[in-house]
């Protein structure tokens, strides 16, 4: 169990990376933990697109909001994932919502891409997050259908820099017993 939490606790969000490729073989761990991550009736509702072409990363950088401290990392890192993910697949049965927030879309592409960042972090790669951006902009960039939405971007790559760990919220605060 300290491994897990080794990696639990050491991951960071990236946002300065060298200039390197990442190995096929490191690419594809990373790929199978997004392949085995937990869904809605196993739905497996993501789909992600690597982006390695500049031109693309760039178009794509530009659907960024002004300030977004990612701005750099979608260019800079070596591979850029776009998480996408079909809708009104997570949470449906035959084509009815079954739960009281609609579709379970976001809830399951969080947990794919939560694989993804801690497998890569296992191998030694950094990613962030990125959420702030003109997300039907960056979806004509790469061509997303209809049915499904472009969530978030993930740039990967080896970091240049790591930050420290902000403060966490001690255990006590955030839980309750038998009410809230």
């Known amino acids: 169990m300290a491994e897990l939490f080794d990696v639990i606790k050491g991951r960071r969000s990236v946002r300065k990376y060298e200039d390197r490729e990442i190995p096929a073989e490191i690419l594809q761990q990373v790929l199978e933990a997004v392949q085995w991550a937990q869904s809605w009736a ?20 530009e659907t960024l909001s002004k300030g977004n401290p990612s701005t750099k990392a979608v260019v800079e890192a070596p591979i850029l994932v776009a998480v996408c993910g079909k809708r009104e697949s997570s949470g449906y049965y035959k084509g009815q919502v079954t739960t009281k927030f609609g579709d379970w879309m976001l809830f399951d592409l969080g947990i794919a891409t939560q694989n993804l960042c801690l497998a890569a972090h296992n191998a030694g790669l950094g990613s962030v997050v990125v959420g702030l951006f003109d997300h039907d902009a960056a979806g004509r960039v790469i061509a997303v259908p209809d049915g499904f939405e472009l969530v978030a971007l993930v740039p990967l790559g080896y970091p240049a820099k790591i930050s420290a760990a902000p403060k966490r919220r001690e255990i006590a605060e955030f839980t309750h017993q038998g009410k809230f």
Do not use: H, S
């Open 42 to 61: 196993n739905t497996q509702c993501w789909e992600l697109v690597l982006i390695r072409d500049a031109e693309t990363k760039q178009k794509l950088q």
